[in-house]
């Protein structure tokens, strides 16, 4: 039975029994339709690329058209019309000018977006330099640094009480020592090389620290007081010179006061009248005695603002 299931060539290598080569027919028929098969054509023109495809992106197309004329439109010019070809061209033309005006707007679109982003970006301003507005991520960093410096001085405040400490210990030490002449190891014996006027220099550089912040501090108020009486000056001087006086007839009170300032030839009527001068801010006349009130009050005035400033 055994030499029946041997080649003749090979009579070590036994046939493949007929259960074997059934279940082999069986992988086979099952394995053979997921094989990949290369299509002889694009895979565009595929009825399995193209329903889909064409259903999905000319279907809104198709519902919102009023004809279908322009598919007949697009196989004529397909097919060679000249006629057709030149108004598909025309349309073209219409379309690329539609898309390079809508380029050009984007241009601007973005200049604009650039202009306002330049007009809004950081400068420094004041006589220390900030920016302003100042970034979000430049406020954190300046936090942390001031808080950084706050606990490098409370650290050293500690190494300061413990210095203290140390040097109470030794002075405990020497007085024992003198007091009592027992002999006996000394633990806080000796100078630390941070007992050598380390204190004095830590104190000195608090007072030049403090000294520079008054300075800064100083500096800034009188750059501010600076500022604010240029201002008003400047502000004066604007509003004196941006009023216009050609269509004004009035030559008392405020107006003649400015008109008279700017060399204006006013009307005056005499120089004196019963010992009354004409005044053009007041517009009226005015004698001695009222002059002689109005420079009282003047320099009560004049007297009273210097104090303040002081």
């Known amino acids: 039975m055994v030499a029946s299931t041997l080649t003749p060539q090979n009579g070590s290598v036994p046939l493949p029994t007929v259960q074997s080569l059934n279940f082999r027919n069986q992988l086979a028929s099952l394995v053979s339709p997921l094989r990949r098969v290369r299509p002889r054509i694009p895979f565009y023109r595929l009825a399995a690329h193209r329903i889909p495809t064409l259903w999905g992106l000319y279907r809104s197309l198709l519902q919102t058209a009023p004809t279908e004329n322009w598919l007949e439109t697009f196989k004529l010019a397909q097919s060679g019309d000249t006629k057709t070809q030149a108004l598909l061209q025309r349309y073209d033309r219409f379309l690329q000018m539609k898309a390079e005006k809508e380029h050009w707007k984007q241009l601007v679109r973005n200049e604009v977006e650039w202009r306002e982003r330049l007009r809004n970006r950081p400068i420094l301003t004041g006589a220390f330099p900030r920016m302003k507005p100042q970034p979000v991520a430049i406020s954190r960093i300046i936090a942390n ?166």
Not at 203 to 223: D, P
């Open 145 to 310: 640094r001031l808080k950084q410096k706050e606990r490098r001085f409370v650290k050293l405040e500690e190494l300061n009480e413990m210095k203290d400490l140390i040097r109470r210990e030794q002075h405990l030490e020497r007085n024992l020592v003198r007091a009592t002449g027992a002999a006996f190891e000394p633990v806080f014996d000796g100078e630390p090389e941070w007992s050598h006027n380390k204190s004095g220099i830590y104190v000195q550089y608090r007072t030049n620290f403090s000294n520079k912040y008054l300075m800064h501090a100083e500096i800034k108020s009188r750059t501010k007081r600076k500022n604010e009486n240029e201002n008003v000056a400047e502000r004066k001087a604007k509003e004196e010179k941006s009023l216009s006086f050609s269509g004004v007839l009035a030559q008392v009170g405020y107006v003649g006061l400015l008109k008279k300032r700017k060399g204006w030839k006013l009307k005056e009527p005499k120089t004196e009248i019963e010992g009354k001068r004409w005044s053009v801010e007041d517009a009226e006349w005015i004698g001695k005695e009222e002059r002689a009130a109005a420079a009282k009050a003047l320099l009560e005035l004049q007297e009273a603002n210097a104090k303040k400033r002081l």
